[in-house]
C-alpha cells in the first residue's frame, strides 16, 4: 500500500510505494529534503505513516513488538551518540562477546587506532580531555551494527563522511554482508550508489 507521511499541505512522503528484496543492498537518494531520512523515520518506528502500511514480510511493523522488531534492526546514524562510559562498554551494548568486538574493530582498522589511546578499550569516549577523531567515531558507529548483526541493517550518510581509505574499506564490507542481510543506505555518493541491487530515487516526497 502506497504510504503518505506527513501533514497534507507539505507531506514528507507523498503515496510512496516500493520492496526490498532480502539479502540486498539499496540505496535511497534524493536531494535534501526529499524525503529520505522520512523513510529510515518510519522503518526506525520514531513516527507512523497518515496512509499506508510497512511490512516485513506479510507483517505491519507497527503490529511488530518493539522488542522484536529492534532485534531485527539497526541503524548507524549520521549523528552519532554513544554513553557516557568507555569505549568497551559502549560496544558491549550491543553484543557481549569481546573477542567478537575486537575482531569487528580489526576488521574495520580501527583496533591499533584503540589500543594507541592510552586507556585502549577502557578509554571514555565522551572524554572531554582526549580528543577522537572524527573518522573514528563514525567507524566506531559502523562497527556497532556490525556488532550487533541483525539482519536489517539501516545506514544514514556516515559513509559518504568517511575518509577515502576507510569508505573502501567499509563498501566492500558491507558488499560482503549482503549475502545474509538486508541492507539500506541513505547517499547519493557514485562509488555508494555503485554497489547497490536497487535504487531509490526521491523528489519532493515522491519516487522519481
Given at each position: 500500500?502506497?504510504?503518505?507521511?506527513?501533514?497534507?499541505?507539505?507531506?514528507?512522503l507523498n503515496n510512496v510505494s516500493f520492496e526490498i528484496a532480502k539479502n540486498s543492498i539499496n540505496i535511497i537518494a534524493g536531494k535534501e529534503g526529499s524525503g529520505k531520512s522520512g523513510i529510515f523515520d518510519l522503518l526506525l518506528k520514531m513516527n507512523r505513516p497518515v496512509r499506508g502500511n510497512i511490512s516485513i514480510g506479510d507483517t505491519?511493523?507497527?503490529d511488530t513488538v518493539d522488542d522484536d522488531y529492534f532485534s531485527k534492526i539497526s541503524l548507524a546514524s549520521?549523528?552519532?551518540?554513544?554513553?557516557?562510559?568507555?569505549?568497551?562498554?559502549?560496544?558491549?551494548?550491543f553484543g557481549n562477546d569481546f573477542n567478537k568486538v575486537?575482531?569487528?574493530c580489526q576488521k574495520l582498522g580501527i583496533h591499533d587506532y584503540i589500543t594507541s589511546l592510552k586507556d585502549g578499550y577502557d578509554t571514555n569516549?565522551?572524554?572531554?580531555?582526549?580528543?577522537?577523531?572524527?573518522?573514528?567515531?563514525?567507524?566506531?558507529?559502523?562497527a556497532r551494527i556490525l556488532i550487533k548483526n541483525t539482519p536489517i541493517m539501516l545506514i544514514d550518510e556516515t559513509i559518504s563522511l568517511l575518509d577515502s581509505a576507510s569508505k573502501t574499506l567499509v563498501l566492500?564490507?558491507?558488499s560482503e554482508l549482503k549475502i545474509?542481510?538486508?541492507?539500506?543506505?541513505?547517499s547519493n555518493e557514485q562509488d555508494v550508489i555503485d554497489i547497490a541491487d536497487n535504487i531509490i530515487n526521491l523528489e519532493k516526497g515522491k519516487i522519481i
Open positions: 500500500m502506497k504510504v503518505f507521511h506527513g501533514n497534507i499541505d507539505e507531506p514528507v505491519n511493523i507497527l549520521q549523528y552519532p551518540s554513544f554513553f557516557n562510559t568507555s569505549i568497551k562498554d559502549n560496544f558491549m551494548l575486537v575482531e569487528t569516549i565522551n572524554t572531554k580531555d582526549i580528543t577522537l577523531s572524527h573518522n573514528f567515531i563514525l567507524m566506531a558507529n559502523i566492500n564490507i558491507i545474509n542481510h538486508t541492507i539500506v543506505i541513505i
